[in-house]
Structure formats: C-alpha cells, structure tokens
C-alpha cells in the first residue's frame, strides 16, 4: 500500500530568499531540473520536500498495518506469501523514503517518535477499518491502484532522491496491483458469498480511494509551491478524475456495483445506491462521480476517524517493544541517525 | 532411486509433514511480525525469512503431493489439529518480544538445517535433491540467527538477559523438536533414510558453539513424552492454527 504526499503546503517564508538565485532555481525546476541534496533550494522547497518525503514514508510505514494483520489469515499458500511480501515492500519503501528526508535533515528516529506522538500524519485512507479478507483484495488494488497513478506522476518531480525512489518504488506498487486485481478477480468470479463479501469491501473504500488524492483543488493551486516547484505534477482533482475513468469502469467489468455509501463511525456501510452520476461522458471521455465525504475526510485526519487510535497504538506498541534491541545494537546509540 | 516402493509411502509422508509443518508454522507466525519488528531492516530480513520458510513447506507439501496426490493447499490448510506434524515451538506465542522470536528461530533454524542435511542423503533421489536444495538456502538462516544471537547475547546487560530467559523459556519446547516421527524407523531399516546417530546431540553441540562467547548459555534437555510429532498440540497451535485457517475453512472448497 502507498500513498500520496498530500501535505498540507502553505508556505510564507520564501519571499525571504534571495531574488536572483530564486529567480534562477525557478527557472531550472520549470525547464525540467531536478533538485539534488546538494545544490541551492529555497528553505521552504527543503522543509516541504522533508515533509512529503517524511508524510509519505509514515503512509507506507502505517499502511503495513491494516494488511500486515491479515498475513495471518491469508487462505492459500500463494496468497500467504504475496501478502507478506507486499507488506515487506511497504515496509522498505517507508525505510527508502525515511532516508530521501533524512537527508533533508530530519533523523529517522524522530521521525519514527514523530509519528507515533501524533506531531505528525500518514495517509488518511489507513485510518479506514480492514474487516474481512475482501477488504484486504480492495486495498491491494484500489488504494495500491491509486498510489500507483499519483506516484506515477510524483516520479517526474523535481527533487532527484525522491523521484529516483518513486521509480524503484512503483516498480513493486505495480505487482501490488497485480496481486490486488487478481484476488478481485478471483473473488468476483467466486460463489455467492465471495462476491457479496467483494461488493461489500468496495463499498468501503470507494470513498477512501476517490479521497486518496487530497481534497478538492483550491483555484491557485497552480500558483501554490507544490506544483510550481514541480514537488507534484498533476492536481488532486486531475488525478481523481483519472482514477474514475480507469477504475470506474474496470470495477464494473468484473460486476461490481459503484455505490453511494453512508457510513457509521466504526466505517461501516449503512446505506448504499447506485451512484446516479456515474456516467461517461463521450465529449471529454470523462465519468461523472459523486465526490466522497469531506466532512468525513476532514473528520478522519484530525483524528477523529475509525481506526486511528488502533493504528497508533500498535505503532508505538511496535516502537516501544523494540526500544530494548536497538539499544543492544547501536550500543546505547538509540539516535544514531541511519539505524533507528 | 527415483521410485519409492509402496511400502514406505505412509512412513516418508510422515516425515515430509514434519518438514513441512515446522516450516509452515514458523513461517506463519514470524510472518506476522512483517511491519512491526524492533528496526526497518529487521523486520525486511526477517520477513524474507517467513517468505522462505513458508514457501520450503511448500516445496515439501508439493513433494507429498507427488506421492499422494493431495493438493498442497488442501494438506498445508484443511487437517484437523492431530493430523500437523510440527513440533508446538513453531507456534508458542513469542508475545511480540524480539527475544522470544529470536530464541525460537534460533532453536528451530540449526535443527532444521542438521535434519535438512541428513534427508539429502536419503536414497530416495526426489527427497534428497530437495533437501539438498533447501539446506543451501537454510544455512543462510543460520547465519543470520547466528548474527543475531552474538549480538543480542554481546550487546548491553539487559539484552542478554532477555535473551537468556527467552532461550530458557522456549528450552523446554526445543526439546520435543526432537521427538521421533512415527514411521521413521521404518525408513531406516528399509535404506531409505541414513541414520546418522543422535540428532539431539549433533545439534546441541551446534547450538553451544555458536553461544559461544556470547555469555549465554542453552540448558535444552533431550526429548520425553509425545508431541507435535506425533499430533499431540498445544492451546498455542490451535491458536495459530484456527488463525491460519480461517478465511480457508469458510469455504475450503472455493478458489481464494
Ligand atoms: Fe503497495
Ligand atoms: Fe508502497
């Protein structure tokens, strides 16, 4: 699983800089340039490319979780080994992401304490409940489906470590979603209760998935630092749309049904109707949607949501119980900065 | 000798299945600790190590199926709990202590890989090329406990003593990693297996060179009483054994 740095990027402070190397960095990052560790950068261009790199690698640290629970349950020996090493993957793509930020400055180890002290977050759609092993089939390959798209794009950005780990990154995401649609595929053409338990796993997280991207796009959001410094290269609501064209059509393909839901607080399904936009249109090629909850988006990343104490808790648990053996490794070293 | 007369086919599945069973629940329950292991390195090595162990089962439960015809997920997934085979330190809950993995991996890495290297000289060949294959792979496992051990034994006053009681903890389950599988006499006298003399006291001369300098020390007893061997578990199998099965069992029939 993976996710999309959608950090929150309101930046005041790079007026500061000076004019001509700004003037000049611009001008280099909107030729195509890319950023190396080294080289000049404005200050806010480091601490949002900290952030990203750090908020990115937190999502595929916690993204391990809600599947990592499964491992166990996984019912075939083929499964079994894909899901484990599809959390592995995640688990070495937050460790590859953790080192592109901690060359930006910031030590692994307070990035990991960071996190699970809440000073910082990780991909909203983990904080969603993971129920039956269907859910386990949906993430793998909506929301794996998903981070694929966006990575796609965030691999032409501009700060060289980053996109270079992209790269290595959506490689393996790739057989994420192979691994995903096939064990779709292999449920929707199961008994009855497969696809019931299929149907019912999609509909929890259609939403998550459409909300994957970050919320709406504010009108300058061309202007704003992410995507005039090239840290992203499509919108929230450009890659959205995407995703509706490819994955709407592809979930109906296989017989599901793409719904409206309400959900309860646990993230359970209440209610769900067809969705009455969903429909291609043949002008632009675009499938109309309805959007997801933003209420409960905005709910869910103050905290707020289904699962994000359960979360957190194994996190810290997880930090806490191996306190003990790094300190035996690093020798007392606990904030050595390459091996916490 | 690729053929293996009827005579033996009950007595050498047996034997597979403590191969088998072994690698699938251990694989099963160090599997689990892919996303939450005490460093990111760690938990990437040793989810490799699940990942080889669950696929060595099954490379075996193939092997059964080349005797038998059994499909390997139904053998590996759809038994009761006296059929497994595996000794119960495959499955005793570590507690998500890093010291309780670490020791079981220990105990059942260097017993796996001396049992590996006596079944590659077995005369039956399809066995033997397998094991043979399987114990290059199980000799990097050793290494790696092996690493793990010289550190966590060498590094401060408390990890040693974690470690320590870990080893003493899990002593009394190492034993039985040793009980006889049934039928295996059997395969001696028949010249389908070699005996090679006492396992319990090849690997506890392995297992005390290897603590060697590092402060720690094993007190693992020979083998009395039955167990996992003989299908006799634990409260902590079935704990392990309900998980592994309980997506499969709510329709072993369909297609996962
Ligand atoms: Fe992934
Ligand atoms: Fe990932």
Same mark, same amino acid.
């Given at each position: ?65 809600? !599947? ?20 592995? #993957? ?10 592109? /930020? ?6 692994? =180890? ?14 909203? *759609? ?14 793998? %390959? ?62 929890? %997280?259609?939403?998550?998935?459409? @909300?994957?991207?970050?919320? $709406? ?35 109906? @393909? ?5 719904? $409206?839901?309400?959900?309860?607080? +646990? ?18 090629? =675009? ?54 | ?85 595996? /000794?119960?330190?495959?499955? +005793? #809950?570590? !507690? ?11 105990? *059942? =890495? ?24 399987? &114990?290059? !792979? ?22 040693? !003593? ?5 080893? &003493? ?10 009980? /006889? ?22 690997? +506890?001369? *392995? ?39 309980? $997506?499969? =069992?709510?329709?072993?029939? /369909?297609? %996962?």
């Amino acid at each position: 699983m993976s996710a999309s740095a959608n950090v929150e990027v309101k930046v005041k402070e790079f007026s500061k800089e000076d004019p001509a190397k700004l003037a000049a960095f611009e001008k280099h990052v909107a030729e195509g340039g890319l950023v190396e560790p080294n080289d000049w950068m404005p200050e806010a261009y480091r601490a949002l490319m900290l952030r990203m790199a750090e908020h990115h690698a937190n999502s595929e640290i916690v993204g391990a979780l809600p !599947e990592g629970e499964w491992i166990t349950k996984a019912p075939s020996l083929l499964r079994k080994l894909a899901l484990t090493a599809k959390v592995q #993957d995640e688990v070495g793509h937050g460790q590859m992401l953790y080192e592109v /930020a901690q060359d930006l400055g910031k030590t692994r =180890n307070a990035m990991l304490r960071d996190l699970i002290t809440g000073v910082t977050k990780y991909h909203n *759609c983990f904080n969603y409940p993971c129920p039956t092993w269907a859910d386990v089939c949906m993430i793998a %390959w909506l929301i794996d489906g998903a981070a694929i798209l966006n990575q796609g794009t965030l691999a032409h950005g501009s700060f060289g470590p980053y996109i270079r780990t992209m790269r290595r990154i959506n490689m393996e995401e790739a057989f994420h979603f192979k691994h995903g649609e096939d064990m779709v595929l292999t449920l929707m053409s199961g008994t009855e209760n497969q696809k019931k338990m299929a149907q019912e796993a999609f509909d929890r %997280w259609w939403g998550p998935a459409l @909300a994957f991207f970050g919320p $709406v796009d504010p009108p300058d959001v061309m202007e704003r630092p992410a995507m005039k410094w090239r840290m992203k290269t499509a919108t929230n609501d450009e890659l959205r749309q995407k995703y509706v064209n490819r994955f709407a059509p592809a979930a109906m @393909a296989t017989g599901l049904v793409v719904n $409206v839901c309400e959900k309860d607080e +646990k993230g359970f399904v209440t209610s769900a109707t067809p969705d009455p936009l969903l429909k291609l249109d043949k002008e632009t090629g =675009n499938w109309g949607f309805t959007q997801p909850d933003w209420d409960e988006f905005f709910r869910v990343i103050r905290g707020d949501g289904p699962c994000n104490k359960e979360r957190m808790a194994l996190r810290r648990f997880s930090y806490e119980q191996g306190e003990w053996v790094r300190r035996a490794i690093l020798n007392g070293a606990t904030n050595a900065p390459c091996n916490n | 000798m690729s053929e293996l007369d009827k005579q033996f086919h009950e007595a050498i599945v047996n034997v597979l299945l403590c191969v088998a069973d072994d690698k699938l629940f251990l694989g099963h329950r160090n599997s689990d600790w892919t996303g939450i292991a005490p460093i990111l390195e760690a938990d990437i090595a040793f989810s490799s190590l699940a990942q080889d162990d669950i696929a060595h089962a099954g490379a075996f439960y193939e092997l059964i199926n080349s005797i038998n015809g059994e499909n390997p997920d139904q053998i590996a997934f759809g038994r009761n709990t006296s059929a497994y085979r595996c /000794a119960d330190i495959v499955t +005793k #809950d570590d !507690e998500f202590n890093w010291a309780n993995a670490i020791a079981r991996q220990f105990y *059942c =890495n260097v017993y796996e890989y001396l049992r590996l290297q006596r079944l590659s000289n077995c005369t039956w060949s399809p066995l033997a090329n397998l094991a043979k294959r399987i &114990d290059a !792979e199980q000799a990097i496992h050793v290494d790696h406990i092996t690493t793990w051990m010289e550190h966590l034994g060498n590094g401060t006053e408390d990890s040693k !003593e974690r470690m320590q009681k870990a080893l &003493d903890d899990y002593a009394p389950y190492a034993s039985m990693m040793f009980e /006889a599988p049934r039928g295996i006499d059997t395969l001696f006298e028949g010249g389908i297996l070699v005996n090679e003399g006492c396992l319990f006291t090849a690997w +506890k001369d *392995c297992v005390d060179n290897i603590v060697d300098g590092t402060g720690l020390t094993i007190t693992v007893e020979p083998c009395t009483g039955d167990g996992g061997r003989t299908g006799n578990h634990d409260e902590d199998f079935t704990r392990s054994l309900n998980e592994l099965q309980e $997506v499969f =069992n709510t329709d072993p029939l /369909a297609a %996962w």
